[in-house]
């Protein structure tokens, strides 16, 4: 199998507590710092956090060198 299959992950239903059953969620920005973000998950049907994810720097990286490559965008060289 390929691995760039598997570079980025995001839940669209999780289990929830409060409403005892797998419930869709969405996604929410919680925190942005200079090497990682934190997205909070929330459920649709109550709003309670039910779980987290966090995205590195050299993550968001990866994935948009990877958008590129599926698009045919070449990369910016940074030194001429």
Known sequence: MNQQQFENF???TLYCKTCKATMPVRERLLLV???KEIFDYLCTGCASSVGQRE???GDK????AAQRRRRGTPARQ???
């Open 33 to 35: 710092l200079p090497d």
């Open 78 to 80: 940074l030194m001429p």
């Open 10 to 12: 995001t839940a669209s």
């Open 55 to 57: 995205v590195t720097a």
């Open 61 to 64: 990286l990866m994935a948009l």
